[in-house]
């Protein structure tokens, strides 16, 4: 896959985009980012790449010739392109798994204020948030995009499943995860993890998932409900003891 990213920034990504496993994707082969500066389009003399706002106000804005240029540059015409901006939609699992499946596409990041209005309506960009708050600019939030994204490709994760069982992809939030040693400091991990049976151990986990999904992300438990998932007769039995129990005054957490 093909990442183009665009910003006045390249140098935050460097760090990121080289290590683990967006490194190793990037050295495989299967993840291709290119990070361009938009700030080698300018034509002002000044190599200036934003202005203040029409209408007053604080802050500055990307005016359009290195914008609309760079996009050029970079083969953007008829591509999905994003503009990672607060006002877009939240970025979600789905969204990333429309992304994983194209060959390639754009993101551009917007800094202070943010860009002149006619890039995102000329390109018909896709705006993208991560979140209802406000970043000083859009390349921590395209990096938050490039790695979820990444995670989906094939190959890109060492062991293929180890995607599946992940918070909100099965629909439900993880259950606890426990490792070595067996006892920490008085500590215990479950007795069902060692007792070598996979299908109680999958029941446990099961349930673990549906009671943290209960107690935290009610949203997330009804999608989940709604999406009538296929169930084992004992899954069904977990399913419906633990929506029957009534729900907890504080998270125990
Ligand atoms: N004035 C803008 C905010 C600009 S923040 C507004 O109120 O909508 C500066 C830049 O950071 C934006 O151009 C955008 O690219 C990025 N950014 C800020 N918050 C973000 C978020 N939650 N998700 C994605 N990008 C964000």
Redesign the pocket.
């Known amino acids: 896959m093909k990442i183009k990213i665009l910003t006045q920034f390249p140098d935050m990504f460097g760090p990121v985009f080289g290590e683990s496993i967006l490194g190793r994707a990037a050295e495989n082969g299967i993840l291709d980012i290119d990070v361009v500066n938009i700030r080698d389009y300018t034509k002002d003399k000044h190599r200036k790449t934003d202005d203040s706002p029409y209408g007053g106000g604080a ?1 500055m804005v990307m005016t359009p010739q290195p914008a609309f240029d760079a996009l050029s540059a970079v083969g953007a015409e008829g591509k999905r392109v994003l ?6 939609r939240i970025l979600d699992h789905a969204l990333a798994q429309s992304l994983a499946a194209e060959e390639e596409f754009v993101i551009l ?7 002149d209005q006619r890039i995102i309506d000329a390109w018909r960009m896709e705006e ?11 390349e921590l ?1 395209a990096m938050v995009l490039v790695d979820t994204v990444a995670r989906l490709i094939p190959g890109v994760l060492g062991n293929e499943n180890s995607g599946n069982e992940e918070s909100v992809y099965s629909g439900l939030l993880e259950y606890d995860q426990y490792t070595k040693p067996r006892e920490y400091g008085g500590l215990s991990v479950p007795e069902v993890l060692f007792n070598g049976n996979h299908e109680l151990i999958h029941l446990w986990q099961f349930e673990n998932s549906l009671r943290l999904t209960k107690q935290r992300r009610q949203d997330l438990l009804e999608k989940y409900l709604a999406n009538h998932k296929i169930l084992t007769k004992k899954e069904k039995k977990i399913l419906d003891n633990v929506l029957s129990e009534p729900p907890k005054l504080e998270d125990e957490d």
């Open positions: 802050g503009y990672m901006s607060p006002r877009g990041c917007g800094h202070y204020e943010g860009v993208v948030s991560i979140g209802d708050y406000i970043l000083s600019g859009g939030a």
